[in-house]
């Protein structure tokens, strides 16, 4: 298994191109940010994965993962998006608490008990944020969402947050925002930054920043 420094720079590559939509080059700065390291830490890691190929690098042009480096950050992403499933799941955790405790054990989990925790799943799809889980082969399936800021009025199904901030889950959830619940998008206003949401069991509408919006999947097929 490689180091849990490697898996990180993985992720973050990893997270920066899905991002961009595409699998250009990310800038070596923006991996550094994600990380809170300096450039030149960055950038010496950078030869590090280069030798273990994991990526292609090009010096002051930026970085991507190749085919090995994919399957290396999904093994990543499957075992910590199977962790958080277990911990709120099995373990009865709130699903605003598991993320960083997941962050660590991502690292650690053997195949072994990952599998276990699989089967005792039951093969699950969706981890309790609503993101996808990488199946065993490595393989996302694309999940046909896209952002509340990017849609125009109508009814959606929320499916997946993209975000880990406690708080932020804390509010989503006392606003009664989940994974499953459907809401009526029913005013952007694009002077204030802000969208309007009919939420299912509250009277009164509600109003979201556009950063909020953003942090929100919804299903569009
Ligand atoms: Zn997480």
């Known amino acids: 298994m490689p180091s849990s420094t490697v898996e990180n720079y ?66 990543v992403l499957r075992r910590h998006r199977l962790v958080e499933t277990f911990l709120v799941e099995i373990m009865q955790l709130d699903w605003a608490e598991v993320h960083e405790d997941a962050e660590v054990l991502e690292h650690v989990i053997s195949d072994r008990l990952l599998e276990r925790m699989d089967e005792m799943l039951d093969h699950p799809t969706h981890d309790p944020h609503g993101a996808p889980i990488p199946n065993a082969e490595g393989e996302l399936k694309s999940d046909g969402t896209s952002t509340l800021a990017d849609c125009g009025p109508g009814t959606y199904t929320l499916m997946r947050v993209r975000e880990d901030q406690p708080s932020f889950l804390q509010w989503l959830a006392g606003l009664g925002l989940r994974p499953g619940t459907s809401v009526r998008l029913t005013e952007r206003n694009l002077e204030a930054d802000t969208l309007t949401l009919e939420i299912p069991d509250r009277e009164d509408s509600v109003q979201i920043s556009l950063p909020a919006a953003q942090s929100l999947l919804v299903a569009t097929l």
């Open 10 to 75: 993985l992720k973050a590559i990893w997270t920066l191109q899905i991002k961009d939509g595409s699998d250009q080059l990310v800038p070596i700065g923006q991996v550094a940010e994600r990380l809170s390291v300096t450039p030149g830490t960055a950038t010496t890691m950078m030869n590090k994965l280069l030798k273990k190929d994991l990526v292609r690098y090009t010096p002051r042009k930026g970085v991507a993962l190749n085919e090995n480096g994919r399957k290396a950050a999904m093994q």
